[in-house]
């Protein structure tokens, strides 16, 4: 197995992968690594479904548009989950309050969720496994997406993440400087963050100009701005309260 320091230091996104099957003891790895994930209140606000069926990931491919969904050796859809707590509490006659209603409860379940699939990421890295964490689970067919998976009352997706065994090994992708990303007891918000800004913009550019494979002339700013804008159209908020989420307060 790799470094801790070799996989965190060393991930990158993988989206071609072998035919060659992840091994059970592989998989079992991955999940007692998901269920030692940290939570709030050791509340545990989350459930994974672990995707092996070839039909299952190309209806998801379908939804999504993201090829790996559909070639990766298994497709784990990380969600939040309080339909668990919801039922315990009511076999034992505790009368469950209105969470999933407010702010905090949905930060909560997406937290513990995307702290999940984390774990999961470094597990199977280290294992010499790809992995791709994929956001379109959440947003591009969530009503879709939860009729398939069944997903009950107090459950919605807030994340895939697609592993296999990689059949490529892309160029590692500059990150934001250790400036711009920690501060030092207190945020730093000055003119001394645009001039690190602007160098990391020139950085990413010079990475899609060269890099192997598909080569662009994309910047970071204008790029991910470009995803703001089309995540406007996303309707999120009409998904969560079908399952049972109506942040309010």
Known sequence: MKSVERTLLDRRSI???EREAITDDQLQIIYEAIRNTPTSYNGQQFSVID???QAIKEQLYELTGQKQIKTCNHFLLFCADFYKI???AADKGVEMPAFTHTADGLIVGTVDAALAMMSAV???ESMGLGTCCIGYARTAAPEAISKLMHLPQGVYAVCGLAIGVPREMPDLKPKQPAELLIHSNAYTADDALLPLLRFYDGEIEAYNRTRAGAQTTN???????GYYKEAMGYKMLEALRSQG???QR
């Open 15 to 17: 989206r071609r992968y």
């Open 122 to 124: 470094v597990a199977a």
């Open 86 to 88: 919801t039922i315990a």
């Open 51 to 53: 995707v092996s069926d």
């Open 245 to 247: 989420y109506d942040p």
């Open 219 to 225: 910047d970071w700013t204008a790029h991910i701005v």
